[in-house]
Every structure is written in C-alpha cells, then in structure tokens.
C-alpha cells in the first residue's frame, strides 16, 4: 500500500509539501498540485482518514439520526440531506452518515455518543419525539454542533429547521370550511409526537376563525400498536402499516355509530387510506358521501392501499434536509454564528377526496 512518503518521492516534492496538499492548507503551487494529484493516481494511494481527521480537527462528515430511515417520506429527506451537503463546497464535499432509532429513545442515545466521539462534524436530529427533549437537553449542554429538523424545544440554544404545521392544518381545516362544510372531524395522529398537538391546534383555530362550534367528539384520538391488516402479499409495502389500521379501525366506529360528520381533517394521509378502506367495504364512497383532506402527500400504494391520492398537505421535506444540512455545515465552519429558527410552509396539493356541499 503506497504512503505519502511514496507520494512524495514519485512527484520528486517533500512530504511536507504532499501533507500540505493532502490537508487543504495553503503554500501550495498549482504545478505542484498537478505533480501532487498525478502521483497520487499512478500509485493508487488512498489517504488515512483518520490521521488527517485528527491533524485538520474535522471529519468532512455530517450524522443524521432518525427514527424510520425506511419511511416512503425518508426517500425526499436524505434526497435534500445529501444534496445539500454536496452543494455547500464543491471542493470540500461533506459525506452523510445516517443512524435509524426505530423510535427507541437509548439506541438513539447510542448512535448519538457514537458520532459525537469524532466521527462527525455535526450532527442532525430529525423528528418530533416528546420523549426525545431530554437527550437533546444534555446534547445542548455540550458544545458539540448540531441541528433540529422537525423538532421545536424551546428554551435550548439550537439551529432548528421546521414545519408550520399549525398553518398547514388550518388551511386543510380551511379548504373543507370553504367548500360548505359544517361538521367537521379531526382524527389526531400519535399524541407522543410533537406535530400531532401543532396539526391539532391549527384545525381548531380554523374553525374558531370561521366561527364553528367545537366538538369533543369530532377529534378523534386513534390507538397505535402493531396490529395490522391482512395484506395479499407485503413484500412490496414500504411503509408502517400502524398509522392505516388506525384509520380504518376507527373509522368502522364512525360507520357502525350511524353519525358520519361532513368531512374529516386526517393528521396523516396513512390513516385517511385506511379509513377510505372501511368506508369502502361499507359501500361509502369518497367523495360522494364524506370529503377527506390528508397531511404528508404519501403514496397509498406504499401501504398496500388501492385508492387514488388524496387532497392534502405537501411538506417541504427535500427543502427541510436540504437548508438544515447547509445551516448545520455553516455552523461547524462558523461557530459563533446566532442560532437561527427556520420555518417552512407546505402546499396544499388539491385531488378529487373532497365536493362541494355549496
């Protein structure tokens, strides 16, 4: 295996010209980089990461720790992660280490002492885990860089990249008001999230604002384990199927009860797909007897759904893993810069799930 000794004698250049090069410092001539990069490819040779990562303080890598790295939803996150660090410096590419938790709150711990012992540069934490606030507590007291993606604690000192979900659910709330509907349902996704109470909210104000009465028995809260629905073959699913049996559960309790509102704002396109199943096992159809507005833009076929897509809110999520990655290097190279809370709207994507009562 070639060292920089070997590099050095085959450019005809000190080693200390090579270790100059090789760690990005200046005093370099532009024939002598040639020379450098010449050598380097005739002998194959391959620098010691580690050695340089210890001389220049850095690793040129960034972490992301996440709950689900399989998500449908992930897919356009890592998407805007990865281009995002491959545009901050054309030179200095950063590369992208991922870690999945599965939402259990130590192997999250673990992966993240393990990339804080030098093996990145940074860090990014993406989700809205309550449980999740203490680690990220302890983490702050640190002075080790990281970053938020859709998590918003307050009181610690942190880059935090978001989502107004508030917003979005009250122009999904919104959408369904305007188009003549009264009674309005609310089915909640899983209350340990922090972007469940924020979808909540904004679906209240909404019909605060436009002076609807509130009813307790339109927000419905679903339980999430891992029962699931029989699927033909779920080889091919991509996504957890917790969120879809969720739906459809309580939406055979709406059917049996008799009492089905004009219209149901979901937290969640997933258990919109599995509520539009009971409906149509029930001979329901959509939008002809109730109109449903979803939150995400998920694909159905990825939860074994046969339906259409639905009218929804589409998050931003490329944008999210691309401005936190470039915020998150920005602080690694500049670490008095303030800390700054961006916030993202999301679109609302308009499908045949809702009609008109006008």
């Known amino acids: 295996m070639a060292t920089i000794k070997d590099v050095a004698e085959r450019a005809g250049l000190s080693t200390t010209l090579v270790s100059r090069y090789l760690n990005q ?10 020379r450098i990069r010449n050598a380097i490819k005739e002998l194959n040779y391959r620098p010691n990461g580690i050695a340089r990562s210890l001389v220049l303080q850095k690793t040129q890598s960034i972490g992301i720790v996440l709950d689900n790295l399989c998500a449908p939803f992930a897919a356009r996150l890592i998407s805007g992660l990865e281009q995002g660090a491959e545009d901050f410096d054309k030179e200095n590419k950063y590369n992208v280490m991922f870690c999945s938790s599965n939402g259990d709150a130590e192997k999250k711990r673990r992966h993240i002492n393990f990339l804080t012992q030098g093996r990145v540069d940074g860090i990014i934490i993406y989700g809205s885990l309550t449980s999740d606030d203490t680690l990220i507590s302890e983490l702050a007291q640190s002075t080790f860089p990281f970053l938020l993606i859709e998590n918003d604690v307050e009181g610690i000192p942190v880059d935090k990249v978001v989502i107004d979900n508030v917003d979005g659910a009250f122009r999904a709330t919104e959408h369904l008001i305007k188009q003549g509907h009264k009674r309005i349902a609310h089915m909640a996704g899983n209350m340990n999230l922090k972007i469940t109470l924020e979808r909540m909210n904004g679906y209240i104000r909404a019909l605060q604002d436009y002076q609807i009465p509130i009813s307790s028995d339109l927000i419905i809260h679903p339980s999430f384990d891992s029962m699931e629905l ?3 073959d779920d080889r091919y699913l991509r996504g957890d199927r917790s969120y879809y049996s969720a739906g459809y559960r309580e939406m ?18 997933i258990s ?3 509520a539009m199943q009971a409906l ?21 076929r990825d939860y074994g759904a046969t339906n259409h897509k639905i009218t929804t809110m589409r998050q931003p999520l490329y944008d999210l893993g691309y401005i936190g990655i470039k915020r998150l290097i920005q602080k690694v190279n500049n670490p008095e810069r303030p800390e700054e809370r961006i916030v993202l709207k999301t679109d609302l994507i308009v499908r045949d799930s809702c009609k008109s009562k006008k």
């Open 25 to 34: 410092r200046s005093g370099v001539s532009p024939s002598s980089k040639e």
């Open 230 to 232: 029989a699927v033909k």
């Open 252 to 269: 055979k309790k709406l059917i049996d009860g008799g009492n089905l509102p004009d219209a149901i704002f979901f937290a969640t396109d």
């Open 272 to 274: 919109a797909f599995g």
């Open 280 to 300: 149509e096992e029930a001979g329901l159809s959509v939008p002809d007897d109730i109109s449903i507005v979803g939150f995400d833009d998920e694909d159905p």
